[in-house]
DNA sequence: CGACTTGCTGACCAGAAGGTCAGTAACTAT
DNA sequence: ATAGTTACTGACCTTCTGGTCAGCAAGTCG
C-alpha cells in the first residue's frame, strides 16, 4: 500500500493536458471551458498545467496546432508523389480523407475556429500559413493537372479549389450543431459533391479538344 | 437645459437593446460579450435591460429569433410563386439571396450558431424548424420542379439540396476567420459554385429525355 | 539512510461579470 | 399643483474563475 499520490511523468504532461483540452473545449467551447475541468480530466492540478502552458489561451493555440499539423502534411505530400490520375486521386484518397475529416476529432477544430478565431489573430494567421495554404494550394495543382493531362475543362475550380471541401466544412458544422436529432449522411453527402462537380469538368473520354468555358 | 436624463419608451427598447446585442455577439461571440456593454450600446441601464430580458440567454434566443425569421419566409414564399423555370429562379433571386447572405448580419449567426448551438438545445431546435427545415424544404421543391419540367436530370441535389448553399456557409466562415487578411471573392465564388453544379443537372436544350444517373 | 532537486499539489487571491433592488425621476391623471 | 404610477438607474452582492505560490513528496545520488 502507501501508493504514491502521484507520479512524476514530466514526458507526458503536456500531450495528456493537451488531449483533455481538446475534449473539454469540444464539448464546451473555449469560454466555457475551465480550467480547472481540464486538469481534472488530464488527471493533474490546475497548478500543475499553469507549469506547462503560461496561459488559458496558450494552452488552447497547443490544442489546435497538436490536432492539425498531421494531417495537412500527409495530404499535400500524397497528392504531390501520387501516380493517379486527377480524377482517381479525387474519387480515391481526397474523398477518404474529406469523408474521416467529418467524423475525426479535427471536427471540432472548425468550431473552435469560426468561434474563437477572431479573437486570436495571430493563432489564424498561423493556422492560415500551415493548413489553409497549404490544402489549398495541393488541390489547385491537382485541379491544374487535371486540365493540362485533358481530364478536366478549365472551370472555376482552378480558381476556387475551396469547392471541393466546402461540403466537408457543411456536414461537419451540421453535425455539431444539430445532431444527434437530424442526421445527415455526411458520406453520401460528400460523395454526391463531388460526383456533381465531377461531373461538370470532366471530359470524357475520346474528346480531348478544349471545350468552351461554361456560360456566364 | 434640464434635458431629462432619459425617455421612458417602452416600445422601442426591446429592439434597441436586441440590435445592440447584435452588433456586440457579432463582435466578440457570446460568452465574451459583458452584459453591461450590450446595455452601454443600446444606451441603456444594465437594470432596463434585466427588466427586458430574464437572462442573458433569453436575450441571446431573442436577438437570434430577431434576425432570421424575415429572410426565410421570404426566401420560401417566392420560391412557390414565382412564374421563373427552375433554373432561371436558381440564377436570379437565388443567387441574388445567396451573395447577399454572407454581407447582412445574419452572416454573424453562422459563427453564433456553431460557437453556442450545442449549449442551447431548443434554440437549436427552433433554428431547424423554422430556418433550415423550411429553407431545405422549398429548395428542394424548386429542384424537383426542375427535374420534372425536363430542365434538370435527376440527381443528388433533390435529396440534398444543402450543397446548393455549402459555398454560401464557406464563405461566411470564411470572411468570419481570414478577413481581413484574406479575402475571398464571395460573388464569384458562390456563382461558380452554382455554374458548376447547373452544367453538372441541366439537360440542354431539346434533349427531352431521361438521360441515365451519375455512375458510381 | 539522509540530503538535495524538482515535478507536483491545492488553498488562496484579485478581479470580473451576471444578476438584484431600493431608490429616482419621467410621465399621467385629476 | 400634486399625488400616483412605473420606466429607468446604478451601486451593490454573490459567485465564479484564471492565475499564483508556499510547501509537499517522488525520485535520485552519495
Known amino acids: 500500500?502507501?501508493?504514491?499520490?502521484?507520479?512524476?511523468?514530466?514526458?507526458?504532461?503536456?500531450?495528456?493536458?493537451?488531449?483533455?483540452?481538446?475534449?473539454?473545449?469540444?464539448?464546451?467551447?473555449?469560454?466555457?471551458?475551465?480550467?480547472?475541468?481540464?486538469?481534472?480530466?488530464?488527471?493533474?492540478?490546475?497548478?500543475?498545467?499553469?507549469?506547462?502552458?503560461?496561459?488559458?489561451?496558450?494552452?488552447?493555440?497547443?490544442?489546435?496546432?497538436?490536432?492539425v499539423s498531421p494531417r495537412i502534411d500527409a495530404l499535400q505530400k500524397a497528392i504531390e508523389e501520387t501516380e493517379l490520375s486527377a480524377e482517381e486521386y479525387l474519387r480515391g484518397p481526397f474523398l477518404d480523407f474529406a469523408r474521416q475529416l467529418p467524423r475525426s476529432p479535427a471536427r471540432v477544430l472548425i468550431r473552435l475556429m469560426i468561434a474563437e478565431g477572431p479573437r486570436h489573430p495571430d493563432l489564424t494567421a498561423w493556422y492560415w500559413e500551415n493548413v489553409v495554404a497549404h490544402g489549398l494550394d495541393a488541390l489547385r495543382k491537382l485541379i491544374r493537372r487535371g486540365v493540362e493531362g485533358g481530364e478536366f475543362r478549365p472551370s472555376a475550380l482552378e480558381e476556387f479549389p475551396h469547392l471541393l471541401i466546402a461540403p466537408v466544412l457543411v456536414s461537419a458544422a451540421w453535425s455539431i450543431v444539430f445532431e444527434p436529432h437530424h442526421k445527415l449522411d455526411t458520406d453520401r453527402f460528400i460523395e454526391a459533391h463531388l460526383d456533381l462537380l465531377l461531373q461538370a469538368i470532366r471530359i470524357p473520354h475520346g474528346e480531348n479538344r478544349q471545350t468552351g468555358e461554361p456560360g456566364t
Open 1 to 67: 500500500m502507501a501508493r504514491p499520490r502521484f507520479r512524476r511523468r514530466k514526458e507526458d504532461r503536456p500531450e495528456e493536458i493537451t488531449r483533455a483540452a481538446l475534449a473539454a473545449f469540444a464539448e464546451k467551447g473555449y469560454a466555457a471551458t475551465r480550467v480547472t475541468d481540464v486538469a481534472k480530466r488530464a488527471g493533474v492540478s490546475k497548478g500543475l498545467l499553469y507549469l506547462y502552458f503560461r496561459t488559458k489561451e496558450e494552452l488552447f493555440k497547443a490544442v489546435i496546432k497538436s490536432v
